[in-house]
């Protein structure tokens, strides 16, 4: 059985850090990530890094966040720093295995200004 469980959201201000950690287990994995949804919009990709190690940032993000993955453990790793109130939404972790996607239950992370 396929879990993802995630840890590492909460509050924070602005212009402070989170790091986002998800393990997963029950399969083997090739592109892990991070999406995010905010009240009233759509599930976005926030990062991805695939099974080679390239990595795949939005735009909003490039510059702030850092993602990295520990193969050994698979657990995947987001890195938010320079945080702003419009990083705050539910972020989710996904990961693809075996060619289906699978999702974690979601973190909160909320940026105050």
């Known amino acids: 059985q396929v879990q993802l469980v995630e840890s590492g959201g909460g509050l924070v201000q602005a212009g402070g850090s989170l790091r986002l950690s998800c393990a997963a287990s029950g399969s083997i994995f090739s592109t892990m990530g991070w999406y995010r949804q905010a009240p009233g919009n759509q599930r976005e990709l926030v990062a991805a890094?695939?099974?080679?190690?390239?990595?795949n940032y939005a735009d909003s993000v490039k510059g702030r966040f850092t993602i990295s993955r520990d193969n050994a453990k698979n657990t995947v790793y987001l890195q938010m720093n320079s945080l702003k109130p419009e990083d705050t939404a539910v972020y989710y972790c996904?990961?693809?295995?075996?060619?289906?996607?699978?999702w974690g239950q979601g973190t909160q992370v909320t940026v105050s200004s």
């Open positions: 996904n990961a693809v295995g075996y060619g289906r996607p699978y």
């Open positions: 890094i695939f099974s080679g190690g390239r990595t």
